[in-house]
């Protein structure tokens, strides 16, 4: 993976010559959701000659850590940052509309997620599945069913969407089982 980073240019923008931008992208990948890493990434955000990819990676890595840590308002800002700069930017928009899921902001989650699949997301199966979430939250239980149901085409087994078309197809019996007892 060294070798790779180094002659991958995207690689070398996003970590960038700062330690403290090196020490954010280690932390976040680990998964460690700490005020040092919030810290770690704010400090190299403070960086002067800071590129603006690098810039959008760290604000990312920082939202990202905040929303794990359910700090969902700050995790909007910094993705929010982010779209300022590059409005187009897939990744920025599906974690926006996970923060705005968790905020149950459920209409603007949506078109934060349609948004990122228009623009090509890194994982689509998540966007479709998280936006199934926000519109089975709305009621939208056909809209829901689909986006389940697509991720689960994009990534056959993943549990996530494998558990939700399951509880519909129970739903689904329950009901029908229901109404065949109201009808006798």
Known sequence: ??????????????????????????????GDISDTTVEQCTEALSYRHLTQAAEIQLRINRGVTLMRRQQNEQALTDFDAVIALQPRHPEAQVN????????????PAIAAFTEALGL???EPYKAYFNRGAA?????????????????????PDWGPANAELQRFARQRRQHLEASQTGAS
Do not use: F, H, K
């Open 120 to 122: 090509g997301v890194q």
């Open 96 to 107: 926006r509309g996970a923060a705005l899921l968790q905020l149950r902001r459920y209409g």
């Open 135 to 155: 519109r089975e939250a709305l009621g939208d239980i056909r809209g829901a069913y689909e986006d389940y149901n697509t991720a689960l085409e994009i990534y």
């Open 1 to 30: 993976a060294g070798a790779q980073q180094r002659t991958d240019p995207s690689a070398v923008t996003v970590v960038g010559r700062d330690p403290n931008a090196r020490r954010c992208n280690d932390l976040v990948m680990r």
